[in-house]
């Protein structure tokens, strides 16, 4: 089974420009959550998405948004680029439904650098 | 809120010996607690979990977690480190009686270093 895969994997973007980093979950997972890694915060939940829905989200300004799609396939946004923006950004597929708890699988992540 | 401690920034540890890596966490209700890896340039890989059960939790590449309820602790184990078991260590909670669906907290990392 394929994992999960995260485009582009590296990303140089100016500030006051905005990206959209794409997240393909594992076959069959349904839930896709969103996290920043930088070496000050660390690791900070952004969102998580289920059948397109956004089930919960993270102490992030809402510069930073995200969807998902029908194939459960997600994307996050991040508009009005700050030089703190720059950070590894996860993404994390789960069969998480509407109770227990599933491990989450990781993509290898998207770096972003906002110059 | 939910909170997770990793008390050492670093754990040095030479092959062959055993390794810990300590996890202390905070919840309001019960506690869903994960181990994770990160490798250089690389995203988390899944290393176990404690659900509910059995306190001694077995994961992939030999590591284990003990659960303690009392010290609200989930410490990373395994007896015999390898060279290859150096790596940026994740511990993170989700708490099972809140309805914030997947969000998982992690605490800030442990470097693990194995020397030979």
């Known amino acids: 089974k394929a994992g999960v895969t995260q485009t582009p994997r590296y990303l140089i973007k100016t500030r006051g420009q905005q990206v959209t980093l794409s997240c393909s979950p594992i076959?069959?997972?349904?839930?896709v959550s969103w996290y920043q890694q930088t070496p000050g915060q660390g690791l900070q939940f952004l969102f998580e998405?289920?059948?397109?829905?956004?089930?919960n989200k993270g102490n992030f300004p809402g510069r930073f948004s995200g969807r998902q799609f029908s194939n459960s396939r997600s994307e996050m946004n991040v508009s009005t680029l700050e030089l703190g923006d720059s950070a590894l950004y996860l993404c994390?597929?789960?069969?998480?439904?509407?109770?227990?708890?599933?491990?989450?699988?990781f993509g290898p992540g998207t770096r972003l650098t906002v110059t | 809120a939910q909170s997770v401690a990793q008390p050492e920034d670093q754990v040095n540890v030479a092959e062959g010996n055993p390794l810990t890596v300590k996890c202390t966490y905070s919840?309001?209700?019960?506690?869903?607690l994960f181990w994770y890896v990160q490798y250089p340039n690389r995203g988390l890989q899944f290393l176990l979990k404690?659900?509910?059960?059995?306190?001694l939790v077995k994961g992939s590449y030999g590591f284990e977690a003990e659960f303690n309820k009392s010290q609200t602790s989930f410490h990373l184990k395994k007896p015999s480190a390898l060279v290859s078991d150096s790596a940026l260590y994740f511990c993170?909670?989700?708490?099972?009686?809140?309805?914030?669906?997947?969000?998982?907290?992690f605490g800030r990392g442990t470097r693990l270093m194995v020397k030979p």
């Open positions: 998405y289920f059948s397109e829905t956004q089930r």
């Open positions: 404690y659900i509910t059960g059995d306190n």
């Open positions: 993170a909670v989700r708490d099972m009686n809140n309805n914030a669906g997947n969000m998982l907290t």
């Open positions: 994390a597929s789960s069969t998480l439904g509407t109770s227990g708890s599933y491990e989450q699988y």
């Open positions: 076959s069959g997972h349904r839930s």
């Open positions: 919840v309001s209700g019960n506690p869903y």
